[in-house]
């Protein structure tokens, strides 16, 4: 940023033009963003700082005696602010207790986004959000930096884990913003950090091109992006869409392949991210939202321990025990996936002496199948073993069935109805520790 350029910015913003429309007349009068010599990042940054000079000492103090009577009435409010050497304040970060206690319960998946600028200051709002049981948002703490520099996000990150006990997060979700992804790197290493799917589909649209009225080519980009159960799915499909459309060599969608431990579902099964697919979770967010978050969760708390949970389904042994330990929010989930499960339909297509391979799909929806694989028993004699057992629920017939079937043949019906009658002996048996052994 020249001299030139920064007294030009405050004379316009002196003028009463927004940050952008200066941005915009610059890009104008240089022939094209390109000829501007600076980003669009680096103007806001600039501004922000220009704002931030402004501000006075009135100001400033006022807001930390705020934070300082909120600590008199909550020993557990913490705050930190980070003054500059003129004195100016560049970073502000509080917690209250209630937002401490919220992130030792669902502090497993946090999100993080800075896209929500509204305050006179044009300080960026950084909130850190969680999910608590009812599937509704919870605020963990709140920040404000000025800019987006690494630097302003490793403060926040390190302030926010000293506040909250040195408790890391399982899985944090974010924008595609780099100086965020290397504060998370340096900060929460052992993190799992997640990008934003919504993000990358409004950033994809602006790529695609001629490619934009294609419908098979942004079905073929959606499946790639949220529908893969597996990563040999995903790498198939993204490979056959690169090779149809021609896009080997297209730097973008590199990019986007490279960043796929981030993005990809299906690289990402077995870490708990909540179901969070979306960041848009900690957008606009203030002080009149927290009141509204909490105010909604105490009705939750009230409406749902007087509620019972209800099902068109029989209440088997599995919905029973959900029914009892799950939120009417999450039973009404569960409840669907549940239902999912009963639906699907299974086909062997292939064995040897090792394993068995099954396809998964819902029916009427191609889309869904998928493979899995089990270790079946490579003895013979253990086999029989197993099925001599199973005889007790008078289901030998069955085994017998599977053993010598045609492979294409499906058995759905039989394997939901010994599912829900095993689960049910599991539950039954649990507190006994004859049986528990017996079944080990």
Known sequence: MTEEKAEAIKTMKSSGLTTMDTYNYMATEAGGEQNVGHSVVDHLNFCSR?????????????????????????????????LEKEGRISNIFWRDLMMLKDYRIYGDVLVFDT?????????????????????????????????????????????????????????????????????????????????????????????FGALKKDKEFKYAFNQCLKMCVTKQEFEAKWQA??????????????????????????????????????????????????????STEKYDEFTYSKSISFTSLPLSGMLKHAAQVFTLSLFRDFKEEFGYSMATTVQMIGRNEECLLYQVALEDKPWSAHQNSTLAFSNKNTRQVCFKKMAKFEKTEAWDRLKNQDPTHQYIPWRQTMIRKYYNLILKSQENEETREFME
């Open 241 to 294: 869409m690169m090779q149809k459309y021609e896009l080997t060599a297209h730097s973008w969608y590199q990019r986007v392949y490279e960043l796929k431990e981030k993005r990809c579902p299906a690289l990402s099964r077995y870490f708990f991210s909540a179901g969070i697919l979306l960041s848009q979770r900690s957008e606009s967010t203030n002080h009149k939202i927290i009141n509204h978050w909490r």
């Open 115 to 207: 896209t929500y600028r509204t305050n006179r200051y044009i300080l960026i709002c950084a909130p850190f959000v969680g999910i608590n049981n009812h599937w509704h948002n919870c605020m963990f703490a709140c920040g404000f930096i000025e800019d987006e520099k690494t630097d302003s996000f490793v403060w926040l990150l390190e302030t926010f884990l000293k506040a909250m006990e040195n408790r890391t997060p399982t899985s944090i979700f974010t924008d595609q913003d780099q100086a965020m992804a290397n504060a998370i790197e340096q900060v929460l290493p052992n993190t799992r950090h997640r990008l934003c799917i919504w993000h990358l589909e409004q950033n994809a649209i602006t790529r």
């Open 50 to 82: 220009l704002r931030m000079e402004q501000i006075e000492a009135g100001d400033a103090q006022t807001l930390v005696n705020i934070l300082n009577q909120e600590q008199s009435k909550d020993l557990n409010f913490f705050f930190k602010v980070k």
